[in-house]
């Protein structure tokens, strides 16, 4: 793969730490990820703080609503330019038609299947029947039939759903090294067991922003790949 895979999830409370990390990091990621967290702290402004940087950038809003309020959503963020968005998949055909066509140029559209911190147990818990597996398959058929550029699955489901979907994007986080704590992720696989499988994108997040020495952690990831 000519163009690095990896982008850091940038999940810190501090913009200046982000910053940093980032800026540290960057000959050694291919993309910057910025979710929740991020966004929630800090907003547009962080956002255009951290583009500065010169990496491509992925918005991990999984944003759910109806498809009115998620295609409104996605056209305030058009000023962010970025290069990936998430919607969860689940929010149902519509909702992921509007948000593919609210998009900004240049951005991809991509559905959250199955959150890789849930199990089958936990999924049964919310009243979805069947695997984790059968429901990110499933989800993957509908986002690709709502016309999404691809999906978020774990590493465990990736290889199948390529197999279904050959010129989807396939976004693979909950990624661990070999020895890495798994935290609150339940489906893992290592960076290269996902690239391997079929991964377009490979998000890490803690693995180098909690390492001891996070420049160390990145070389040693991509030097995997
Ligand atoms: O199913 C999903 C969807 C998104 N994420 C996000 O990826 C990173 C993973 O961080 P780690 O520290 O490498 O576990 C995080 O920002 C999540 O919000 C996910 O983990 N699983």
């Known amino acids: ?131 984790a597996h059968e429901q990110a398959l499933r989800l993957a058929e509908l986002a690709h039939a709502a016309g999404l550029d691809g999906i978020v699955c774990s590493g465990h489901e990736v290889g199948a759903v390529h197999d279904q979907w050959k010129d989807g994007f396939f976004v693979v986080p909950g990624l661990r090294p070999a020895d890495g704590k798994t935290g609150d992720q339940k489906r893992t696989v290592t960076p290269r067991e996902a690239r391997d499988a079929g991964a377009s994108v490979l998000v890490v997040g803690r693995p180098i922003s909690r390492a001891e020495d996070p420049l160390a952690a990145a070389r040693a990831i991509e030097a995997t790949l």
Do not use: W
């Open 1 to 131: 793969m000519s163009q690095n895979p990896v982008y850091l999830a940038l999940d810190l409370p501090r913009l200046d730490a982000a910053e940093a990390l980032a800026r540290k990091v960057s000959g050694h990621i291919g993309g910057i990820k910025l979710g929740l967290e991020f966004f929630c702290a800090h907003g547009h402004h962080g956002v255009h703080e951290i583009h500065k940087i010169g990496l491509p950038l992925f918005l991990d809003l999984k944003l759910h609503d109806i498809p009115n309020t998620v295609a409104a959503a996605m056209q305030a963020i058009h000023v962010l330019e970025p290069s990936i968005v998430t919607v969860h998949a689940s929010g149902g055909r519509a909702m992921m038609e509007d948000a593919k066509a609210a998009a900004g140029e240049n951005c991809k559209v991509v559905g959250v299947t199955v959150l890789t911190s849930l199990d089958d147990g936990d999924l049964n818990a919310t009243g979805v029947s069947g695997s």
